[in-house]
């Protein structure tokens, strides 16, 4: 039964960006980063209103089908509950189709706060870390990005299909119920790791970037990325020196480079410094992973090239008020 929130309840959800893939962790590996986007909510006796300040603000719908608001109402719905009004307000500091997470912020933001309605009605409806995963993955497609910002930290996910289905219910082939379950854990990064992200003026579309992969690899390649993948884990948890060799990739950067042609130069130019770097996502911000700081004259070529040259530290995940 579904319950019906008073007016005058407000939370604040803080949500972290997101880097996917670390290299060759295609789909399953993740980093929590520490630029946040806010979300505020507060329930009203009826309507929608939404305000979006910062970054794509002018590029948004302002209604309905906004992706917070979107993910507020699963939210909301996954709990059991529902508003006669919402307002909402979003201020976003994330770029946009930049590689770093934004739509899977904005899911998880969404959840979060409807997530954090719920409990003020009544603790036992706030949605577990696992339910927020499932959820922001579902809108996603896949649950590296979505459970780095729920989760904070390196996340590994995986993807698994609902085999317990196969039984069918109600006369209705099984193969109809088959659900696909997203799962991750939380890794603690080493306390020296420090990410660096160039981030371009110009947007990708991970639509357009994803479409340039094969549908089919190599087995040589293949074994190459899970050998890194697992090596990527206890580099970036116990020996950030392997960090080089644990971010190499053979899936999916070198056959996305042609559209990505500044990232691409810059991972090469990185790496032949000894810095660990890679796509964040499906780009066009480069990741650089080391335990220094980063090199001045870098920097400053970077900016001359017109990438933005943050150093966003290591984040926690969502954050609700």
């Not at 060759?24 to 939404?50: H, K, N, W």
């Not at 719920?118 to 579902?138: G, H, N, R």
Request: glycine share 10%.
């Amino acid at each position: 039964m579904t319950r019906t929130l008073p007016p005058g309840l407000a939370v604040t959800a803080k949500v972290p960006a997101s880097s996917a893939n670390l290299g060759p962790g295609f789909d399953s590996l993740g980093m929590a980063l520490g630029i946040y986007d806010e979300i505020e909510v507060r329930t009203t006796d009826s309507g929608l209103t939404i305000r979006v300040e910062g970054e794509g603000a002018d590029d948004v719908p302002w209604g309905p089908s906004h992706l917070v608001v979107r993910a507020l109402e699963r939210g909301l719905e996954s709990a059991g509950v529902w508003a006669d009004g919402l307002d909402v307000v979003c201020r976003n500091v994330i770029p946009h189709s930049r590689g770093l997470g934004s739509s899977a912020s904005a899911v998880v933001g969404g959840l979060a706060a409807g997530s954090g309605l719920a409990a003020k009605l009544d603790p036992a409806l706030a949605s577990s870390d696992e339910t927020l995963v499932q959820l922001a993955a579902e809108f996603e497609g896949h649950p590296d990005n979505a459970a780095a910002s729920v989760l904070g930290g390196v996340v590994v996910s995986w993807t698994e299909t609902d085999r317990a289905a196969d039984v069918g219910r109600n006369g209705v082939p099984a193969a109809e119920h088959h659900g696909r379950l997203y799962r991750a854990v939380r890794l603690d990064p080493h306390a020296s790791l420090r990410p660096v992200v160039l981030i371009p003026g110009e947007r990708s579309s991970t639509a357009h970037t994803r479409g340039l992969l094969p549908e089919a690899v190599p087995h040589g390649d293949a074994a190459f990325n899970a050998s890194r993948s697992a090596l990527a884990v206890i580099a970036l948890t116990e020996r950030p020196d392997l960090l080089m060799p644990a971010t190499a990739d053979r899936l999916h950067q070198a056959q996305r480079a042609p559209a990505l042609p500044l990232t691409t130069t810059w991972i090469s130019r990185l790496r032949a410094a000894g810095i660990a770097a890679t796509v964040s996502g499906a780009g066009p911000t480069v990741l650089a992973l080391g335990t220094s700081e980063f090199p001045a004259e870098l920097r400053e070529l970077a900016e001359l090239d017109g990438l933005r040259v943050v150093e966003p530290g290591l984040a926690d995940g969502v954050r609700i008020d």
